[in-house]
């Protein structure tokens, strides 16, 4: 970058780009908090969609074993009939034709009765079945009242860090030249960090060895430089410490 510039130019960038890391961090929380809770109420949803199915197929079951059985109560009248026309018959025919009624009663009736015996023991798994994704419904519920309740304590406890951090920003920018700051901007927008340590003489965003000249340049700390390649705002430690300090 042309221009003169301060060794604080760079201090006061990597303040800029700590606070940009925190709050992208924080804004990324922002996003994956009211995600999580989508994914907690689609669960709810499931299991409520599958309840209700359940429910549905059981009542349908119960009602169809009410039908059956008051079949089976008629079935009981019909042969009863059948046994007083045989009771009543006037002759051999008569007498075997109603008979052979009572047999196909009662061979009807057993049938049934057995198929309603195997029709119970699938309703009892029904019930239990309903009652046990009852419990897991409440408690799922339960469980996304109290996440969405803490979701809220967390949505604030982020939403004062960002509004801290960008108060911070703001007294940063204000020590920083315009130009220095829009450089920034641009860089930090297409390349997620603008500034970047030079680590071996070598830019560490990009691996681009930086020419000895730059080098030079970067520990006087009299004007910003760019890595030739990647373009990011490059910075020079020493023994941990930066050489601006």
């Known amino acids: 970058m042309r221009g003169q510039t301060t060794n604080k130019d760079l201090q006061a960038l990597e303040k800029l780009q700590q606070i940009d890391v925190r709050v992208d961090e924080e ?15 689609k669960d709810v949803e499931r299991v409520g969609s599958l309840l209700e199915s359940e429910k549905e197929r059981l009542a349908e079951m119960e009602k169809w074993h009410r039908d059956q059985e008051r079949e089976i109560e008629l079935q009981g009248e019909l042969l009863a009939k059948a046994k007083n026309k045989m009771q009543q018959a006037r002759n051999e025919r ?3 034709a ?10 009807a ?8 015996l195997g029709l119970m023991d699938t309703i009892e798994q029904g019930r239990k079945t309903v009652k046990e994704h009852e419990e897991e419904f409440v408690s799922l519920q339960s469980h996304l009242e109290q996440e969405e309740k803490e979701a809220r304590k967390q949505l604030d ?7 801290k951090a960008r108060t911070g920003r703001e007294d940063i920018v204000k020590q920083i030249s315009s130009p220095v700051v829009s450089l920034y901007e641009r860089i930090q927008k297409r390349l997620g960090m603008a500034l970047v340590e030079v680590q071996d ?3 560490t965003g990009c691996n681009m060895q930086v020419e000895p000249q730059r080098l030079i340049e970067l520990r006087k700390g009299t004007r910003l430089i760019q ?3 990647c373009n990011r705002i490059l910075f020079f430690k020493e023994n941990g410490e930066n050489t601006s300090d």
Not at 27 to 33: G, K, M
């Open 201 to 203: 003489d070598h830019c």
């Open 27 to 41: 804004s990324q929380a922002l996003e994956e908090i009211p995600a999580r809770l989508d994914e907690l109420r």
């Open 98 to 107: 109603a008979q052979r009624e009572i047999e196909t009663i009662r061979k």
């Open 227 to 229: 890595c030739p390649l």
């Open 94 to 96: 008569e007498h075997k």
């Open 109 to 116: 009736t057993q049938d049934r009765e057995e198929e309603l």
């Open 157 to 163: 406890a982020v939403k004062k860090k960002i509004d």
